[in-house]
């Protein structure tokens, strides 16, 4: 009697976890459809946004089924500017952006799962005019697809450390940068830079604004007055400064920022 009373208790005690376990688990998965509802409503009402003209920009965070939702930009001419950060972009999501059509401005950070395909596919675009990078993973190869983006003129590149971290891997991703150019600004940054670097840069670039990124940017960094704020922390090229001096700025050096900033 003992014996069947215990067992009676223990499969009762099994039953209800399992239970619980079933109820945690449908309340997680209805958190998930509450959460991607609302992020479709968010996305749905910007994608308005710009299609009635009230904005040219688009910026995601924290994205979910980010591929999906490019799609629904591709038709979408008056976008002009796209910002993504933390999303789960995939190499077929960045084939799509070089889709849009009048896109001319692009941020992208931390999607280390990127890296040079994603660049090789951003690469298809044929209207950005600026780009900024952020710790993606990018190695002079994936950096050498850029090239072929002649309305480039604008490029922001901070990352902290390169592929394979050796000095042949920062002399590769100098040498392919100094090939830019149709470039009229270049902001670059990161631990894997030296003096020889940016001096080959502004022997090679003379017609390019050369400033030093001292902290990683934020991926809004295109509009002109956060360039203004940044210009407090970065050191400009072109007034002879060298690393780790505190530069001499005036307000001309912002002005020399490409159109593209307004």
């Known amino acids: 009697m003992y014996s069947i009373l215990s067992v009676l208790v223990g499969a009762l005690v099994l039953l209800c976890f399992r239970w619980g376990r079933i109820t945690a688990t ?33 910026a995601l965070y924290d994205e979910i089924d980010t591929d999906s939702k490019m799609t629904q930009l591709v038709g979408l001419t008056e976008l002009e500017e796209l910002i993504l950060e933390h999303c789960d972009l995939t190499t077929a999501g960045t084939r799509t952006i070089s889709r849009i059509p009048n896109l001319k401005r692009f941020c992208y950070s931390y999607y280390s799962e990127l890296g040079d395909d994603g660049l090789r596919c951003l690469s298809m675009s044929r209207s950005l005019e600026a780009i900024v990078i952020v710790e993606s993973r990018v190695s002079a190869g994936g950096m050498d697809w850029l090239r072929s983006l002649r309305p480039l003129r604008t490029l922001v590149f901070y990352q902290g450390s390169l592929p394979g971290d050796s ?34 840069l502004m022997r090679k670039l ?3 604004e050369i400033v030093l990124l001292r902290e990683e940017p934020a991926s809004y960094s295109l509009d002109l007055q956060e360039l203004r704020r940044l210009s407090r922390t970065i050191e400009s090229r072109g007034n002879g400064g060298r690393l780790g001096s505190e530069p001499t700025r005036s307000r001309s050096e912002v002005r020399a920022s490409p159109a593209c900033f307004t």
């Open 26 to 58: 449908t309340r997680h998965e209805q958190a998930i459809q509450e959460f991607r509802a609302q992020r479709a409503t968010e996305f749905a009402r910007a994608v308005e946004s710009v299609r009635c003209g009230q904005s040219r920009s688009i």
């Open 167 to 200: 000095p042949r891997s920062a002399d590769s991703m100098i040498e392919t940068l100094s090939g830019f150019q149709h470039l009229r600004f270049l902001a670059i940054g990161g631990s894997w830079l030296a003096e020889k670097h940016l001096d080959e």
């Open 206 to 208: 003379p017609h390019a």
